[in-house]
């Protein structure tokens, strides 16, 4: 049970919410359970990256997904939020943004300077480009293999 970084976007969050109130007054916990979890996934993680000794962390794109170009709701922005709240420096890189800042985050144009100046890449999906860099890398990818 490896569900990467946990689940996001714009649909199934607003689903299960809409699951969930479709129960009405129907004993159930199923549906505030996924939720409960996904949440707990996302701390964790983010608990993991800020107990690191990163002094830098890089978040490595945005998009849920290989071929994607949509980032909203994604939940890697969940964990960036609570990062954030810590004080570390945190960089982005991803293509698809044509902007300096992501919410006040320091957006790289440059692959190879974002992979340099990041003590620890945050990666939902670790490709080929920044393969070389596996000692940095921070996965929760189950198809990565050594």
Do not use: W
Not at 5 to 27: A, I, V
Not at 68 to 74: L, T
Not at 90 to 111: A, G
């Amino acid at each position: 049970n490896n569900p990467s970084f946990g689940y996001g976007g714009y649909c199934l969050p607003k689903d299960t919410q809409q699951l969930n109130s479709e129960f009405g007054h129907t004993p159930h916990k199923v549906i505030s359970a996924i939720h409960d979890s996904n949440n707990e996934r996302c701390n964790y993680i983010a608990k993991r990256i800020i107990d690191s000794n990163a002094k830098i962390i890089g978040i490595y794109r945005l998009i849920m997904k290989a071929d994607s170009d949509n980032f909203r709701c994604a939940a890697i922005t969940k964990i960036i939020d609570i990062v954030q709240k810590s004080k570390k420096k945190i960089i982005v890189y991803e293509p698809l943004l044509k902007k300096d800042k992501y919410y006040n985050i320091e957006v790289c144009d440059s692959l190879r300077k974002f992979c340099e100046n990041s003590d620890i890449i945050i990666a939902n999906r670790v490709t080929e480009e920044i393969k070389k860099y596996k000692d940095k890398i921070y996965t929760r990818d189950i198809y990565e293999k050594d």
